[in-house]
């Protein structure tokens, strides 16, 4: 079963300086139950890759299909509400709500439906694991930037969504809490989850089931690591 995949996806963005190729005819196809890892230099377009995967910005040209639905062809309101229910995003720059507490952000990122109280003592654990414990009633402008992103992880992870795309989620971490942000990612795909990630350091590399490199917006498989192990 495929959960993602682009058709011949490009992104322009025209500037007084000339088109900016975000992205340049990407075709991907990830089934469900993959973890792929995404690499490249900074303004290689991974970004702007994960942000049209997960609906939110509307490629120049292509198509991209979410849980079987072609997503940027649905009205606004379908495309939000499978949004809602298919993806966990975790943005490279956090996006937590700033009037909210962290267990709120986290309960934040359940879908309109669902009860936020029904789900309070599994996001109160989750952040426990994450070593954010003590941080539950703190605003994001008093956490630091790798607190930061472990609640923008958590508030992804919480509502088991069928695919996680995590933007950069270990960049401001020490190995240590990097480590454990990669296990929390394989654990959710153990689990049956879909997990496009991207990263720079070689720390996802052993649960990758495959890994993409982006360049110019030019994406292309590596297959220096096809023989990476299982996940443990
Ligand atoms: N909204 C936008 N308007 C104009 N240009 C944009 C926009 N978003 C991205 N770009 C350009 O598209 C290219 C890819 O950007 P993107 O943010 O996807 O890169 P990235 O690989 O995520 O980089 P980084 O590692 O620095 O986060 C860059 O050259 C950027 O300047
Ligand atoms: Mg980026």
Redo the contacts with the bound molecule.
């Keep these: 079963m495929i959960a993602i995949a682009c058709d011949d996806v490009s992104?322009e963005?025209p500037?007084r300086h000339g088109v900016?190729?975000?992205?340049d005819q990407v075709r991907l196809e990830i089934q469900r139950g993959e973890f792929v890892t995404v690499k490249?230099?900074?303004?290689?377009?991974?970004?702007?890759?994960?942000?049209t995967l997960g609906g939110m910005?509307r490629p120049s040209q292509g198509r991209v299909r979410l849980d079987g639905s072609d997503v940027y062809a649905l009205p606004p309101a379908q495309r939000a509400e499978l949004r809602a229910r298919c993806v966990g995003f975790v943005f490279?720059l956090f996006h937590l709500l700033p009037y909210l507490d962290t267990l709120e952000n986290v309960l934040a990122g359940l879908p309109p439906a669902s009860s936020p109280t029904r789900f309070r003592a599994t996001a109160l654990d989750l952040l426990q694991q994450l070593g954010l414990g003590d941080r539950a009633h703190h605003h994001p402008a008093t956490l630091s930037a790798g607190e930061r992103q472990r609640v923008a992880l958590a508030r992804a992870l919480l509502k088991k969504p069928p695919v996680i795309l995590a933007?950069?989620p270990t960049g401001n971490l020490d190995p240590a809490n990097a480590a454990q942000v990669f296990q929390h990612l394989a654990a959710f795909q153990r689990e049956g989850g879909t997990v496009v990630v991207?990263t720079?350091g070689p720390d996802a590399d052993r649960f990758a089931s495959r890994q993409f490199i982006?360049e110019r917006?030019r994406l292309t498989e590596a297959h220096a690591h096809a023989q990476a192990p299982k996940p443990l």
């Design positions: 992104k963005f500037s900016v190729h975000g992205l490249g230099a900074s303004g290689s377009g991974k970004s702007t890759l994960l942000l910005q490279q933007d950069e991207v720079h982006l917006g």
